[in-house]
C-alpha cells in the first residue's frame, strides 16, 4: 500500500447537544490538523443505536466501521459525566470490534484523546480513553487534551478562544500528525505477533492434514 495521500484522521464526539462542547472541541482541532495536511472524517452519532440493541448491520454501525478502516489515526473527543466519558463515547467504540474476519478496524491507527468539562480540570474522561484505546490496540500519543469550564472557551461562532487550552489542542494535534505519518507505513511490522503467528501456522497444519485425509 503506498502512502502517498494525506494522513487520515477520524473524529468521533461525545455529546448530541445543540452546542456540544466535545464537538466544537473536535470541530476545532480537525481545522488545526488539516492546516497541518491531513483529511478529516466525522462521524455523526445521531442514530447510531445502543451497542447490540440493533444488529451490526444496522446503517449507523456499517458507517461507523467503514470510517474506521478508512482511517490511519482517530481522536476521540468526550464530555466528562459523572467522573468519565458519555454514554455516547463508549456506544461508538463499543460497535467497532477488535476483529472483523481477518481484520482489525482499529489495530495499529493512532489515537489521540481529548475531554471537556464544565467545572474544573479533570483527567477522567481522557484517562478512560487511553484504557479503551490500549484494549482497542491503538497507538496512543503521550500528549492530550483537558479543557475546563469549557463553555468559556468558545466563541459565538464555536471556534475556541486564544488560551493555553487551545495551544495544548495545536500540540496534540502536531503530534498526532507527526506520530500518524512515522507509524502508518510501520504497522504490519509493529503488530505482528508472535502469538498470532503461531496460531495462524497451527490452523495452517490442520488444515493441511484435513486435505491429506480427505
Given at each position: 500500500?503506498?502512502?502517498d495521500?494525506?494522513?487520515?484522521?477520524l473524529?468521533?464526539?461525545?455529546?448530541?447537544?445543540?452546542r456540544?462542547?466535545?464537538?466544537?472541541?473536535?470541530?476545532?482541532a480537525?481545522?488545526i490538523i488539516?492546516d497541518?495536511g491531513?483529511?478529516?472524517?466525522?462521524?455523526?452519532?445521531?442514530?447510531?443505536?445502543l451497542h447490540?440493541a440493533?444488529?451490526d448491520?444496522?446503517?449507523?454501525?456499517q458507517e461507523?466501521?467503514?470510517?474506521?478502516?478508512w482511517?490511519e489515526?482517530?481522536?476521540?473527543?468526550?464530555?466528562?459525566?459523572?467522573?468519565?466519558?458519555?454514554?455516547l463515547?463508549?456506544t461508538?467504540?463499543?460497535?467497532?470490534p477488535?476483529s472483523?474476519?481477518?481484520?482489525?478496524p482499529?489495530?495499529?491507527?493512532?489515537?489521540?484523546?481529548?475531554?471537556?468539562?464544565g467545572?474544573?480540570?479533570?483527567?477522567?474522561?481522557v484517562?478512560?480513553?487511553?484504557?479503551l484505546g490500549?484494549w482497542?490496540?491503538?497507538?496512543t500519543i503521550?500528549?492530550?487534551?483537558s479543557?475546563?469550564?469549557a463553555?468559556q472557551?468558545?466563541?459565538?461562532?464555536?471556534t475556541?478562544?486564544?488560551?493555553a487550552?487551545r495551544d495544548?489542542?495545536?500540540?496534540?494535534?502536531?503530534?498526532l500528525?507527526?506520530?500518524?505519518?512515522?507509524?502508518?507505513?510501520?504497522?504490519?511490522?509493529?503488530?505482528?505477533r508472535y502469538?498470532?503467528?503461531k496460531?495462524a501456522?497451527?490452523?495452517?497444519?490442520?488444515?493441511?492434514?484435513?486435505?491429506a485425509?480427505?
Amino acid at each position: 500500500m503506498g502512502f502517498d495521500h494525506p494522513p487520515r484522521i477520524l473524529f468521533l464526539y461525545g455529546s448530541l447537544r445543540e452546542r456540544s462542547y466535545s464537538r466544537l472541541l473536535a470541530e476545532e482541532a480537525a481545522r488545526i490538523i488539516e492546516d497541518f495536511g491531513a483529511e478529516v472524517r466525522f462521524f455523526d452519532p445521531r442514530g447510531l443505536p445502543l451497542h447490540n440493541a440493533e444488529p451490526d448491520t444496522h446503517p449507523k454501525v456499517q458507517e461507523l466501521r467503514e470510517l474506521s478502516l478508512w482511517s490511519e489515526g482517530q481522536v476521540w473527543s468526550s464530555p466528562e459525566m459523572h467522573g468519565n466519558i458519555s454514554g455516547l463515547m463508549k456506544t461508538q467504540i463499543d460497535w467497532i470490534p477488535l476483529s472483523l474476519g481477518a481484520v482489525r478496524p482499529t489495530q495499529g491507527r493512532t489515537l489521540a484523546v481529548m475531554q471537556v468539562s464544565g467545572g474544573s480540570q479533570s483527567f477522567n474522561a481522557v484517562n478512560t480513553m487511553r484504557i479503551l484505546g490500549r484494549w482497542m490496540r491503538m497507538f496512543t500519543i503521550p500528549n492530550q487534551s483537558s479543557v475546563a469550564k469549557a463553555y468559556q472557551e468558545f466563541n459565538e461562532d464555536g471556534t475556541m478562544k486564544e488560551s493555553a487550552y487551545r495551544d495544548r489542542v495545536v500540540d496534540v494535534m502536531e503530534e498526532l500528525y507527526r506520530f500518524t505519518l512515522l507509524l502508518r507505513e510501520r504497522v504490519d511490522e509493529l503488530t505482528d505477533r508472535y502469538s498470532e503467528r503461531k496460531a495462524a501456522a497451527a490452523k495452517q497444519l490442520e488444515e493441511t492434514a484435513k486435505k491429506a485425509l480427505s
